[in-house]
T-cell receptor
């Protein structure tokens, strides 16, 4: 599986947007970009995924660069409940999820 | 929506004993489930892929005789940590593929071996 690079940690103010970057310069044409997050002492939860086009759902938006070598997870209004570790993962459909180090998001009230 | 139930949520056992962790898909059938282990302040490490009706596929470095995986039905996979030792203390998490795109994770089991 291709590797992703994320910042170790980021900080945001409550009610403000958060942009979490992910670099994946070795992405292949069949790799989907997945985002999961893990709250403390819980299992990860699915956030969003995409292949080429930008994606929106009730949790977040995913902006994918035209060359697909980077992407950004956007939380439109961060809340304290969004404080978690966010993982950007490349995966072909049906394959196993392999987690990297992720980004620790801290949200300040 | 898709729910994966993991039981127990925590367990304390004595060194040398075995512990079984259950992972159930409550509202969908899961032909494939995955088992992860997570040490404090570290990321999830994939241990094995569990396929219904067949032997599990273990990741490199994971002892298959120590971590026994059984996936006897489309809704249940179990992980048994045999002859547990303190170094096996960790957070164990299962996940299942489906029914929608993406993976659903259990809430995890914290194992402490004393």
């Amino acid at each position: 599986d291709a590797k992703t690079t994320q910042p170790n940690s980021m900080e945001s103010n409550e009610e403000e947007p958060v942009h979490l970057p992910c670099n994946h310069s070795t992405i292949s044409g069949t790799d989907y970009i997945h985002w999961y997050r893990q709250l403390p002492s819980q299992g990860p939860e699915y956030v969003i995924h995409g292949l080429t086009s930008n994606v929106n759902n009730r949790m977040a938006s995913l902006a994918i660069a035209e060359d697909r070598k980077s992407s950004t997870l956007i939380l439109h209004r961060a809340t304290l409940r969004d404080a978690a570790v966010y993982y950007c993962i490349l995966m072909e459909y049906g394959n196993k999820l392999v987690f990297g180090a992720g980004t620790i998001l801290r949200v300040k009230s | 929506g898709a729910v994966v139930s993991q039981h127990p949520s925590w367990v304390i056992c004595k060194s040398g004993t075995s512990v079984k962790i259950e992972c159930r898909s409550l509202d969908f059938q899961a032909t494939t489930m995955f088992w992860y282990r997570q040490f404090p302040k570290q990321s999830l490490m994939l241990m094995a892929t569990s396929n219904e009706g067949s032997k599990a596929t273990y990741e490199q470095g994971v002892e298959k005789d120590k971590f026994l995986i059984n996936h006897a039905s489309l809704t249940l996979s179990t992980l048994t940590v045999t002859s547990a030792h303190p170094e096996d203390s960790s957070f164990y998490i299962c996940s299942a593929m489906g029914p929608y795109y993406g993976y659903t994770f259990g809430s995890g089991t914290r194992l402490t071996v004393v």
